[in-house]
């Protein structure tokens, strides 16, 4: 599921994820899931029709992400997983940052960042005129919205309702006697490079 709060120049959008890295740093192995929340730069296309025609959309490039994350193992609410990136290289985001004041209070966390557009956006080395003039405000003025939709998402992740391995993937290294994945992937879900069989698998699913 995806939420989208959309301003002037940039946006913030809020997701599910279940995501299994098949080269996971230490103490990360394992599937995880949770809430992405990412801070992005909003785009308006040129009509394809007429004055009437529907304005095109760009979700465009990421500023910052946090990730709500959680092991799939562990117990509900751990947070254990809970991390942020405050600078992106292009599209890949930089190293997992984890805070105490993050892991403590994840929800509150988020609403304090999302408060504060003009910080956000000097921490990734983004020009002030990324946004408008008057997105911080009306940021800041959604801000409790947001959480909110976040609150829900993660809700729905801990009931088995969203957040959940793609049933064409297994969510396991497979052996050589497991079928091969498929060749195609949801449009929520990047496609994976083919993987030889006996090979750690990456899977992700959900649209951020």
């Known amino acids: ?11 913030v959008v809020v997701g599910d994820l ?6 996971p740093a230490k103490g990360q192995e394992g599937a995880e899931h949770g809430v992405r929340v990412e801070l992005r730069v909003l785009q308006r ?8 025609s529907a304005q095109p959309i760009e979700v465009a490039r990421p500023i910052w992400r946090a990730d709500l ?5 562990g117990r509900p609410g751990s947070f254990d997983r809970t991390h942020y990136h405050p600078v992106f290289r292009d599209w890949d985001p930089t ?4 805070t105490r004041e993050l892991s403590a209070d994840p929800l509150g966390w988020l609403g304090e960042q999302l408060a504060d557009l003009d910080a956000l956006l000097a921490a990734a ?9 008057d997105d911080a405000g009306r940021l800041r003025g959604v ?30 290294n497979p052996s050589p ?26 899977i992700r699913a959900g649209w951020l």
């Open 18 to 23: 279940y995501f299994v890295d098949p080269r």
């Open 95 to 98: 190293s997992r940052v984890f």
């Open 125 to 133: 080395g983004f020009p002030p005129g990324t946004a408008a003039p």
């Open 45 to 52: 296309g040129p009509l394809k029709g007429s004055i009437y």
């Open 69 to 73: 994350l959680e092991t799939v193992d």
């Open 177 to 202: 006697r497991d079928p091969a994945p498929r060749d195609r992937a949801p449009r929520d879900r990047a496609p994976q490079d083919p993987t030889p069989a006996g090979k750690p698998v990456a």
């Open 1 to 11: 599921m995806l939420y989208a709060f959309g301003f002037e120049r940039v946006g």
């Open 143 to 172: 801000a409790p919205e947001i959480v909110d939709a976040a609150r829900r998402l993660l809700d729905q992740v801990r009931a088995g309702e969203l957040g959940t391995a793609p049933k064409d993937r297994a969510p396991h």
